[in-house]
């Protein structure tokens, strides 16, 4: 066994934080994540910097806030210059490697001709798979398709026209991502190397196209199913984006418009995405699995979390785009490894997916990046600091981040502490105001209400404070005037 400890960091796509049994969910079936919970320390209020996938992936990659890395959009490319958490643990004496998604350069089919563009990200096998389509001459999730003789084959689903589905889930983009994880963990094993690993499935991500089988588990719990967190009329006093997407997903113009779809459609559509979610859980037992039987489990930090989440229909809206609900926002976030706590301790503390960086690098036993602007976890994690405190607050971002919204152009941003929650919408003199302990479904826009002038002085000012704070911290001054 190596000195060093591995690390095994799972990041799904677009996955909110009450998906999974030990989140409250009782739809699911998670029984390996509710096991790894169990064997892990649970983050119950764990925040990514974005709610958009480039944005994010990058700040917690580097450890720095979108704003920082000026990569603050989809479609915008990472600078050369900014530095990822593996390309640190690469020269430290890592072996690296990543399957499924990065993201942190544009994708589109008319941009990325192969590949996405990469900078020195340290990863050393690269099994690329952007998205489940095949867009691209060269993807591996299509080349593994391939060699297993195997076409991906989506079907309709007949009960809802928004659901599609695959034969099998062998036909899955996550079996994929788990199978290319598998043969890297066994390769590291047979030459005792220490190494990382990014696993990054596409699921839960929409298209919204889980296995047939897996979907069919809910139909008979289908009446049972929560519709969507919405009362009619909330939109009204909040931020215009939410009133146009409202009426169509990404500024308008696409799929999903709340109001032209009936119970059943939302009823199957939150069916199709959990159960992707009961294919990611299914899958990472077979990684779990794979871990114990080649005997690294116990020299191996695992990480388990999502970019961003999903309104899936809450407050009127479907996928993502300038919103700081905590659908949007809020992510699962499961850490187990060597010396840590693994006893199932749940967390309240308010955390970032931009601490992640720096608490990697204290377990390989690396000094942060003077750049990184995260705090480690670590004392929590291994129970030298209390699990009730991290954070005063959480800042989140979107600067235009989507290309959907122009009149007005989006851009946002988010402090929320334990109790409240504030959203400038910048250029609209507006935003909203949450007593998240009165009101935790954020249906109440208290933005303008007299009685939280003081609330609002007071988030408005710590919000300014983070824009202020997370400024880039290089470069470093050079002179004493």
Not at 44 to 60: G, I
Not at 260 to 285: C, E, F, P, S
Not at 424 to 436: P, R
Request: charged share 25%; net charge negative.
């Amino acid at each position: 066994m190596p000195d060093k400890p591995n690390i095994l960091w799972i990041c799904t796509d677009q996955q909110r934080f009450d998906t999974l049994g030990c989140y409250g969910n009782p739809f699911v079936h998670t029984p390996n994540l509710d096991r790894l919970a169990e064997q892990s320390v649970l983050f119950e209020t764990a925040f990514s910097q974005c709610p958009v996938c480039t944005p994010s992936r990058s700040s917690f990659l580097t450890g720095r806030y979108p704003r920082t890395t000026r990569c603050r959009q989809n479609g915008q490319s990472i600078p050369e210059d900014e530095v990822f958490v593996t390309k640190l643990l690469h020269d430290a004496g890592y072996v690296c490697g990543l399957s499924g998604k990065l993201h942190t350069s544009p994708c589109h089919p008319s941009v990325c001709h192969g590949t996405e563009r990469r900078i020195d990200d340290g990863y050393d096998q690269f099994y690329w798979s952007h998205d489940p389509g095949d867009k691209w001459p060269t993807h591996d999730y299509y080349d593994w398709l391939h060699n297993k003789g195997i076409k991906r084959g989506e079907q309709p689903f007949p009960d809802s026209k928004y659901v599609q589905t695959l034969p099998s889930e062998e036909h899955s983009q996550t079996t994929y991502c788990i199978e290319r994880a598998m043969t890297f963990i066994h390769r590291c094993a047979e030459h005792d190397a220490p190494w990382a690993f990014s696993l990054n499935p596409f699921d839960p991500h929409h298209a919204f196209d889980p296995p047939r089988e897996d979907l069919e588990r809910y139909r008979d719990k289908i009446d049972e199913i929560p519709l969507p967190n919405y009362v009619d009329g909330e939109l009204d006093n909040k931020p215009i984006w939410q009133q146009i997407d409202h009426g169509g997903s990404y500024g308008g113009k696409g799929n999903f418009a709340y109001n032209k779809m009936d119970d059943n459609d939302h009823r199957w559509l939150t069916a199709a995405y959990w159960a992707m979610v009961d294919v990611i859980d299914r899958q990472i037992g077979r990684l779990l699995d794979c871990l114990e039987e080649t005997g690294q489990r116990d020299n191996t930090y695992i990480i388990f979390t999502s970019d961003h989440g999903e309104m899936l229909g809450d407050h009127g809206i479907y996928l993502k785009g300038p919103f700081f609900y905590e659908p949007a926002v809020r992510v699962p976030l499961l850490i187990s490894g060597p010396g840590l706590r693994n006893d199932g301790s749940r967390s309240p503390a308010l955390v970032e997916l931009v601490d992640l960086a720096p608490t990697i690098l204290e377990w390989a036993g690396l000094d942060a990046s003077p750049a990184m602007q995260g705090r480690s976890l670590q004392t929590l994690l291994n129970g030298n600091a209390s699990l009730d405190q991290h954070r005063d607050d959480i800042y989140c971002e979107y600067y235009n981040s989507m290309p959907g919204h122009k009149d007005p152009p989006a851009h946002a941003t988010m402090v929320r502490t334990s109790r409240h929650k504030l959203v400038a919408a910048h250029g609209t003199g507006g935003g909203e105001l949450y007593d998240l302990e009165t009101d935790p479904n954020e249906t109440h826009n208290l933005w303008n209400h007299p009685d939280h002038i003081a609330v609002q002085l007071d988030l408005l000012t710590r919000l300014t404070d983070r824009m202020a704070w997370t400024v880039d911290p290089l470069p470093r001054r050079e002179a004493g005037f």
